[in-house]
């Protein structure tokens, strides 16, 4: 065991292991690329659904089941078929992350708005304001914690989940993953595994920021008394 | 791409087989799963230092590659059933963990120090009046985590134990979508039909909530 540690601590601080066209660097900046792009086109088609449901209040039924299914759906499975029948591309990879990512938002995002005081938003429709007004100025910035919960959980799922970019032969750091488990290298493997769980939690706390960024004109209900 | 739906009474018996493999990975690790997040929830619940620790641990857990795990745990148990079980195990807990302990917060304060007053001891209480007035919470968290389960346990297929996921290697190799078509299928009426038995076992434990409504 203590073993296996040193020898992970070798493996990440060696400057081989971490230069060239298969070294760390590169790794984690495919895995970077296919995880930011695929929750980005997740957020971009979730986002307006799950808006769009909470705002107008139809379809809540659709966006509780959606989560469901996203979460039942087997992402293995997912990607096996898209290789299928799309043949060696990066299809298989981004179908499957955004379907997993765009069920996280849309339910965090309906969630969000659904939980907006009804009372606010008539208060906002009695001043006069029209109904894009109340949307853009009253619902979204108070469904704002929520939708910012759905995107940080879609995020840290992507990043778990790129590992198997290298399943269909690409890189990212899946790559140790698999090709650790084709070599029996346990060091590898377990390399590739805290590398993933450390961007995962960096791209977290990262977006967590942001949202702090976004509320710092934001009275705190303490002090607005 | 085409699938040939011939197949599917050809391989009645292969499919049954899976599916019922399927279930004997999944159940066991949500079934583990409570038996470990349930008395750290309770612990957590508790002694409020402990709280951010486990719960900080359990999401930390939860950004591990599945795949990793599963592999991880190889040297330690080698290419059993018992692999694929603890790695999914791992991976019920973050919302196993989660769910219970918002539950047992949800529990009124008044109820617990009702209790208390009519001479029942801490454990009593616990087993009597919290659990079962957070159950509703605590049975999300169940439905969440064996939905997940279902899901995660075709990544198993990788050292063997994937139940219906074995499907989808087999499809791969072959070059032939019908088997990874049936295990998608198989794999989300699984999931689904599983989730409609947690609800129905949550109606018929929790007959307070029925008669209210």
Known sequence: MIELLQNLGRWLTSGAQWSGPDGIATRLLEHLQYSLLATLVAAFIALPVGLLIGHTGRGAFLAINLSGFGRALPTVGLVTLVFLASGLSMWPVYVSLVALAVPVIVTNTYAGMAAVDPEVRDAARGQGMRRHQVLLQVEIPLALPLIMTGLRLACTQVVATATIAAYVSFGGLGRYVFDGLAQRDLVQVLGGAVLVAILAIALDLALASVQRLLFRHRPRPSRAA | ?213
């Not at chain 2, 619940?45 to 990793?68: D, E, K, M, Q, Y």
């Not at chain 2, 968290?141 to 050292?159: D, K, Q």
């Not at chain 2, 072959?174 to 989730?195: E, F, M, N």
């Open chain 2, 1 to 213: 791409m085409t699938v040939d739906w011939g197949w599917f009474p050809d391989h009645r018996d292969d499919l049954t087989t899976l599916t019922l493999d399927h279930l004997s990975t999944a159940v066991p690790a949500v079934l583990f799963g409570l038996l470990i997040a349930v008395p750290l929830a309770v612990v957590a619940h508790r002694v409020r230092p402990l709280r951010g620790v486990l719960l900080g641990l359990s999401n930390v857990l939860f950004t591990i590659p599945s795949i990793a795990i599963f592999v991880l745990l190889l040297p330690i148990t080698g290419l059993t059933r018992t692999t694929a079980i603890t790695g999914l195990t791992i991976y019920t807990l973050t919302v196993l963990l989660r769910n219970t302990v918002e539950g047992l917060d949800s529990v009124p304060a008044k109820a617990r120090e009702a209790s208390m007053a009519m001479g029942a001891r801490p454990l009593r209480t616990l087993l009597t009046v919290e659990l079962p007035l957070a159950f509703p919470v605590i049975m999300a968290g169940v439905r969440v985590s064996t939905v997940m389960a279902i899901s995660l346990v075709s990544v198993a297929s990788y050292i063997g134990y994937g139940g219906l996921g074995q499907l989808f290697t087999d499809g791969f190799q072959r070059d032939y979508p019908t088997p990874v078509v049936a295990g998608v299928i198989l794999s989300l009426l699984l999931a689904l039909v599983a989730d409609a038995v947690l609800v129905a076992i949550q109606w018929l434990c929790t007959p307070w909530l029925r008669r209210r409504a």
